[in-house]
């Protein structure tokens, strides 16, 4: 599979997540204070619950029901009560095109 145009870069608002969905796969993309995008497994490992619902602070993403923050760059979570990460995904720019391959995670040590 190939990176898919998702959305472009003028669609987002800073520090402020918003669900995709590629190939059945939920994803929240996030546009943080210095400039990056993001993109991670859209549900709370915790619950199931849409991470884009929730609150962009600084290179986290919390989850808006039982307040678990998930790294944006790692996908682990920061705080209980999650303790299982969510998926990070590969990012491309391609002028003010974002595109992502939901087939292809990041790996993270």
């Known amino acids: 599979m190939t990176a ?4 472009q870069l003028s669609d987002l608002t800073q520090d402020t997540a918003v ?4 190939d059945g796969v939920a994803i929240a ?6 400039g990056e995008v993001h993109a991670i497994g859209d549900t709370c490992t915790h619950g199931d ?3 884009a619902d929730g609150f962009v602070e600084g290179d986290s993403l919390e989850c808006w029901a039982h307040g678990s923050a998930f790294s944006l760059r790692t996908g682990r979570p920061l705080n209980l009560p ?3 990460p969510v998926p990070v995904y ?6 003010d095109d974002i595109l992502i391959d939901p087939a292809v995670t990041k790996a993270v040590n």
Do not use: C, F, N
């Not at 898919?4 to 959305?7: A, G, P, R, S, W």
């Not at 669900?19 to 590629?22: H, Q």
């Not at 590969?90 to 002028?95: A, L």
């Open 49 to 51: 619950i849409s991470l």
């Open 90 to 95: 590969e990012v491309t720019i391609d002028g």
């Open 29 to 34: 993309v996030v546009l943080d204070g210095q």
């Open 19 to 22: 669900r995709i969905e590629v």
């Open 82 to 84: 999650a303790y299982e």
């Open 4 to 7: 898919q145009k998702v959305l």
